[in-house]
Nanobody, 122 residues
């Protein structure tokens, strides 16, 4: 069992940056693929980024490639999402997930956090 807690969300102007954190407890997060998803009002939850168990492979949705960076710190049992050049369309609740999904981008991760709100003003 893994518990995930996101933090770091907030309000930022377009072009600004935020760093989200996903702190894991219960089991080491390096046992799992870890991903970030987001859900905007009225829309389905969508994949943002994922990182392999070793931390050596990362995968991004095209909409965030070149702007967002996912990383992990196994000593802190934490996964991060550095978000730069933020756009109003990045506004959403961001969720951390861990598990062994069918695909990097699929929704079938085993464990989910409660989410953190990111709002980007124009």
């Amino acid at each position: 069992q893994v518990q995930l807690v996101e933090s770091g969300g907030g309000l930022v102007q377009a072009g600004g940056s935020l760093r989200l954190s996903c702190a894991a407890s219960g089991r080491t997060v390096s046992r799992y693929v870890t991903g970030w998803f987001r859900q905007a009002p009225g829309k389905e939850r969508e994949f943002v980024a994922a990182i392999s168990r070793s931390g050596g492979i990362t995968y991004y949705d095209d909409s965030v490639k070149g702007r967002f960076t996912i990383s992990s710190d196994n000593a802190k049992n934490t996964v991060y999402l550095q978000m730069n050049s933020l756009k109003p369309e990045d506004t959403a609740v961001y969720y951390c997930a861990a598990g062994i999904p069918t695909r990097w981008y699929s929704n079938d991760y085993d464990y989910w956090g409660q989410g953190t709100q990111v709002t980007v003003s124009s």
